[in-house]
């Protein structure tokens, strides 16, 4: 074995006996600091039971008087007023934030100060949304996802408006019945002229329509009875249009039921749009227990006992680096 190979077993050996003795030394530290905070504990065992009892008792207390409820309503914008909707609920959280009861008053809300924030999200519904306007909306999704992600385009603000149902949000510090809260809420939200307009103009439109279609039904009906007449008794009058029970009276029965599913439709459309912001369902009074609602009781004990510990560390430290100063 020549001298070069010596060296580098001679080498290897010193370094395992440092990493060896580097290893002992962590875990005698570790050791040391185990020992060192039982006995902190064992030492301080009055003050940090107290803390910790206190920190019980307050966060009992807090977890009762500190409360939160969240409500909830879908609702529907009629008639375009999706922005109108948006921009009526920033104001409305902007007023919140800056306590401004006098307004929130005036518009018939009753407990302002119960009010802690107001929000309002799309119910994303993208096959809902095609079937409005099969055509238009899935082109218009095709057209937009050429640049980007399907699921980013469909969660963008401007596409997620022109969701037909959104998520209206609001929490209290109480419970708070809707009458006092939702309905002064969506009468304010449901007061604007411009679009109470066009509310009567469009429901008129729509009865007017129904009408006509109901006109069109009862003229088929009665060609049909007479028709049906006339094959029955055998009779053929010259003068009617020879129809083929294949092609052309099928038309006719394909568009008497195409006019009953469109009154079908337009009915609906009058149940739905009703109000200018139109509310479908709503919950009241959903304790909210997330973050640190309802747990005070858990995290305050911990936090008293975390924060003497800091203190007392903090203060342990400085005053051994003053003696090394001194």
């Known amino acids: 074995m020549n001298s070069t190979e010596q060296n580098n077993i001679v080498d290897q050996e ?47 207390y807090l977890d009762k008087v500190v409360k939160t409820y969240d409500n909830e309503a879908i609702v529907v914008p009629n008639y375009g007023s999706y922005d109108y909707l948006y921009a009526k ?14 307004f929130l008053k005036r518009i ?53 408006k022109n969701y037909t149902y959104h998520l209206l949000k609001y929490t209290t510090d109480k419970k708070c019945p809707e009458s006092e809260i939702l309905i002064p809420l969506l009468k304010y939200l449901n007061s604007d002229q411009y679009y109470n307009k066009l509310k009567e103009t469009y429901n008129n439109n729509t009865i007017v329509k129904i009408k006509a279609n109901e006109g069109i039904i009862a003229q088929i009906d009665g060609f049909l009875n007479t028709f049906s007449a006339e094959i029955a008794s055998g009779n053929r009058n010259d003068k009617l249009v020879y129809y083929n029970e ?30 200018v912001i139109k509310k479908v369902s709503s919950i009241s009074n959903i304790k909210n227990t997330e973050s640190v609602n309802g747990k005070l009781k858990f995290i305050l004990p911990i936090l008293f006992v975390i924060l003497y510990m800091l203190i007392f560390s903090i203060i342990r430290f400085y005053k051994s680096q003053s003696q090394l100063a001194a």
């Open 14 to 60: 010193i370094d395992l006996a440092m990493v060896s003795g580097k290893i002992r030394s962590f875990s005698t530290n570790i050791k040391r600091s185990i020992f060192n905070f039982i006995q902190f504990i064992i030492k301080r065992i009055v003050v940090i039971g107290t803390l910790f009892f206190i920190g019980f008792g307050l966060g009992i």
């Open 108 to 160: 018939g809300i009753n407990h302002p100060d119960a009010l802690r924030k107001i929000e309002i999200d799309p119910i994303v519904d993208v096959y809902q949304f095609i079937s409005v306007s099969p055509d238009k909306n899935f082109e218009l999704l095709k057209l937009l996802a050429e640049d980007g992600d399907m699921n980013k385009i469909v969660k963008d603000e401007l596409t997620s």
């Open 246 to 275: 294949n092609t052309q009276l099928n038309d006719v029965i394909r568009t008497k039921n195409d006019l009953i599913a469109e009154i079908g439709k337009l009915k609906r459309d009058l149940v739905s749009s009703d109000q």
């Open 89 to 102: 609920i920033e104001l409305l959280e902007a007023k919140i934030k800056d306590q401004d009861t006098a």
